[in-house]
Structure formats: C-alpha cells, structure tokens
C-alpha cells in the first residue's frame, strides 16, 4: 500500500463503506509517542475523521518506542508506505470494514532518531504532544513513582539522547522552554487511573531528578504554560497477525504489512484542557466532559478488570482467546458475576452509562469470534495492570466488609500463569505471558512448596495491592485456598469454590 496504490484500494474496496482519505496528509501538530495498534485503531480514526469535518494542523508524527527492541516491523512498515495502513474494523458476523486513516508523517524511532523525537517535540509547531506507552512505558516502580533504579531513566536524567517516553517528553519541554516555551498540552491515552494527574506527576518527578541548574524554569514551564488532561480511551484492537495482511490483500489486492485489527465499538471520554488547540475530536464522536475519572474508572475496573480475569482464567482453562474464554459457560458467568457483584459496587456509574447495561455490552463485545484477541497478550504485564484494575475493587470491596472471592481467585490464577509456565497452562499453544515481576515472582514462589503459602507470600511481598489489602486476613486466605484448589483440582474446581 502506498499513495500510488490508494486510488485502486478505494475502487476495490468500494463496496465495503467507510474507506475514506483526507485528500493530503495535514500539516504535523500532534507528536504521539508509542505508534502500536492501540493508537493507530483509536486517536488516528478520531483525528481523520475530525479532519473531514474541520481542517487544521493536526498531522501526527508517529514515534515507535520500546528501547532495545530493535526495529519494529510497524515503522518499517509505515515507513514503506507512506503511512498510509489499513484499520480493519471486524464485526461480530465477520463482516469487515476498512479505512485508512492517512493522518501519519514519516515516523521515528525512539531507539536511535532521539535526537530527532526532542526536536519534534520542541518545535512550536507541535500543539500536542500523546502517548500510547502502555502502562510500563511510564517507567514507574512498584510504589507507582518515577524508578530511579532503572537504567533507561538514569541515563535520560544524565544527558545525551533520551529514549523513554518520559525522557523524550521531558527534553523536548525543555527545547521548547529555550526557544519560546510556546504551550503544548501532553495527553496521556494509557489505561491509568488519572492518567493525566498521574503524567503530570511523572513529568514533575523527572524534573525534580534533573540537575538543579536545569530543574526550577522547567518545573515553571510545565505548571504554567502544558496542560495535561485526562482521557478514557477504549477500544479493542488486537495484535496484527499474518490473517490480517492476508485479508487485505485478498479483499482490496493491496500489500499492506502492517494493517490493524479492531473491534467496530470505540470511546473516547476527555477533558477539555488544551493549551494550544486541538482537533475536532467531538465532530468524530469524541466526548469532551469536565471530569473524566467516573468514566475512567468505570471503564478499567469493569472492561479492563474483567479482562485480566479473563485472560488468567482463561488460559487455565486452555482458552487462546478472548472469545473462547468468555464463551465458556463456567468462566464467561464467574466472571459476569464478578462485574456484578464485586466491581459494580465500587464504580459510580456515570448517567450516560449505566451499569448493568455497560456489563451487557462488554460481554459481548469481548464474545467478538472475528477478534481473536489473545489471552495471552491481556495476561501480559499483569504486575502493572493489577495494581490499576483489581486493588481498589478489592481494598474497597474490604472495607465495606466484602472479600470478593472472584478476584481473590484471579490473583490466585495470576499467581499460577506468572510463576508456573509451561506448568500452569499450555505455553507453546497459547503463548508467553511477558511480565517483568516474573523472575522476582518465581523466585518468591521457590521460597515454599506449599501453593497457597507461595500466593500469600507473593501478595504480602510484590506491591500488586496496598499492604492493608495484601494483609487483610479473610482475604489473604480466600487467595492462600483459591491458589491450593487451582494447583490441586484445577481451574474448574476453583471457579465453583469462587462462586460459593
Ligand atoms: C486490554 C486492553 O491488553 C489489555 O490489557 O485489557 O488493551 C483493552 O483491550 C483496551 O483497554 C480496550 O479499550
């Protein structure tokens, strides 16, 4: 695919609806750091769309991160063609829709383009500044503040070329403060609770480890001329597999290497707090609300919580995907019961989504067959998505006399997936689950030979809840018993002991 090539996508394409282009790719404004499939299925619709309906300087220039992972297939990719990719929207009945978003300029990447990245950022031209980093991206510790033991931050605060995502931001402000500290609003599009307060903060943190010489007109920068709102992102889009590149080839004859896969639902909830402008984001469906955290936490307790649960159950259970595991009669009613009765009580729904119907919806979004989306992906990273979707559900539901016993068992099952392997579940079959904490959690687990001493003492001592909740004594034994019937009788048995 490429520009030469799009005329014919859009004949052979025709009768699928909604293959439309902006004429020519918009002049840059926006720098968004981390260029998966997240980003390009969500913010980069919004943003053409938008762009349809109301012009403007809202180019994107994309910027793949993950340092030291080598060249990612999605920059060479994009690279090759123009920018141009395919959104494949997938729906329940297999039926498929496509669009190309065309709002993309020659992107970068984080691991060697650096320099490049600071410079983009710091140029007046940039409004806004994005990020899609996912939750490890931030480069927090356990205790949820900036990790000054990691090596990447150290070197970022040192000088040189930066290569996380809060490095690069931080250098490009700082380009931006010696050329005219022009305003630029920094928006956060990670599942975070508070995700722009929480950005902020990171920024703050990073600032506040710099060099005292460089530290007081950059922290003045940041509280007076960058805004950082909040947003709730949602929609599901999938890894991209060789079954994607092979349906666009066949569909619409063109070679598209780097497609994206998403469900047709998606959401976008923001705070209208942009320094410098911003796209017609609400012309494409986009909501503009004063406080997004009610539909924030809505969104990752009960679609975010019920997928991790999903994808630790569901791979105990031999489940590859989303739809398999929600669609197993045992699992998909645990864990309908879960959003039910143990999250539901914790999240206040906003009036324009109420609760029971918001659980309707999602489970049969997740029953999606066409998505394919792996458990396995979902598992991974589990020692940084818990701590956002499953402890406040949990240390609430604790003090309001509860012990939600679901959640207990998906601690359980975490516990199982991260330290048992190969183990634990069909590893070659249903794929890794990647996870940072994993060696530290094994090796607490070698600790004992008992299970449900190894849960507890992974609860007391990985971080992955508040202490209060990790000690709590009903709960910590509804863990200890959940992870002794998964490891003896297995997943079936624990969900019914779940579930009485
Ligand atoms: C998923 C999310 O991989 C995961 O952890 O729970 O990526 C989820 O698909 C999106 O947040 C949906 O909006």
Redesign the pocket.
Known sequence: MNTRTLPRLSRAILPVPGLQRPPSTPEPGIVHLGLGN?HRAHQAVYTANALRRTDGPWGITGVSTSPGRGPRPVLTGMAEQDCLYTVLTLHRDRAVAATVPGVHHAPLAADGQGADVVAAIGSATTRIVSLTVTEKGYTFGADGHLDLDDPLVRADLKGGTPRTALGLTVRGLQQRLRTGAVPVTVLCCD?LMDNGRQLRRLLGEFIAALPAAERDDLQTYLDTAVSTPSTM?????PATTDEHRALVARAFGVRDTVPVPAEPYKLWVLQDDFRAGRPAWEAAGAVFVRDVAPYELM?LRL??GA??LL?YLGLLRGHRSIDQAVTDDLLGAAVEAAMRDEILPTVTAPDAMPGKAYIAELLDRFANPALG?RTA??A??GSL?IPVRWAGVIEESLAAGRVPRLLALGIAAYVRVVTGGADAYDEQALGIVHDAARPRLTELARRTREPGEAAGLILTESGLLPQQAAQHEAFASAVAEAARTLHTHGAEAALRWART
Do not use: G, T
């Open positions: 997240f599942n992102v949602d929609r599901i889009a969104k679609l975010n997928h991790s994808a989306h992906q979902v991974s990273d998505k």
